[in-house]
């Protein structure tokens, strides 16, 4: 499937390619201001509800919350689990697709902890 060439914000009409590199399919799949921090929050916490999610990113509105685990359930780097129960739990944990994205993702991680050293350095 060649799809759009245009990044969008449902699920169904995402972008499936053709990349110009593989930097780029990777973004394409991280793009958003919370994928990268509900990768760390599920690998830091393990399985988590809906709602210990959002805890844990103070900020996050419940809309874009919800958009972005769709989006990142369709791209299979999370398994999002319902139990049948009244009233419905649904939980959140990492897919094997999801816990490599997050190990490719340490390095970038590691730079941005360098450049928090580095701006605190400038600042006195």
């Given at each position: 499937?060649t799809?759009s060439t245009?990044?969008t914000a449902?699920?169904s009409?995402?972008r499936?390619?053709?990349y110009v590199?593989?930097l780029d399919?990777a973004?394409d ?6 994928k990268?921090l509900i990768l760390?929050?599920?690998h830091?916490?393990g399985t988590?509800?809906y709602?210990?999610?959002?805890r844990?990113?103070?900020g996050v509105s419940?809309?874009?919350?919800t ?8 791209d299979?780097?999370?398994?999002r ?11 959140y ?7 490599s994205?997050?190990?490719a993702l ?12 580095r ?6």
């Amino acid at each position: 499937m060649t799809g759009s060439t245009t990044a969008t914000a449902t699920p169904s009409t995402r972008r499936r390619g053709p990349y110009v590199c593989g930097l780029d399919a990777a973004m394409d799949v991280v793009s958003g201001k919370w994928k990268a921090l509900i990768l760390w929050e599920l690998h830091a916490h393990g399985t988590r509800r809906y709602a210990e999610i959002r805890r844990g990113l103070p900020g996050v509105s419940h809309k874009v919350l919800t958009q972005q685990l769709r989006e990142m359930e369709t791209d299979g780097l999370v398994r999002r689990e319902v139990f049948p129960e009244v009233p419905p739990r649904v939980e959140y944990s990492l897919t094997e697709h999801g816990v490599s994205l997050n190990a490719a993702l340490d390095a970038l991680g590691d730079w941005g902890v360098e450049r928090i050293e580095r701006l605190a350095m400038e600042a006195d």
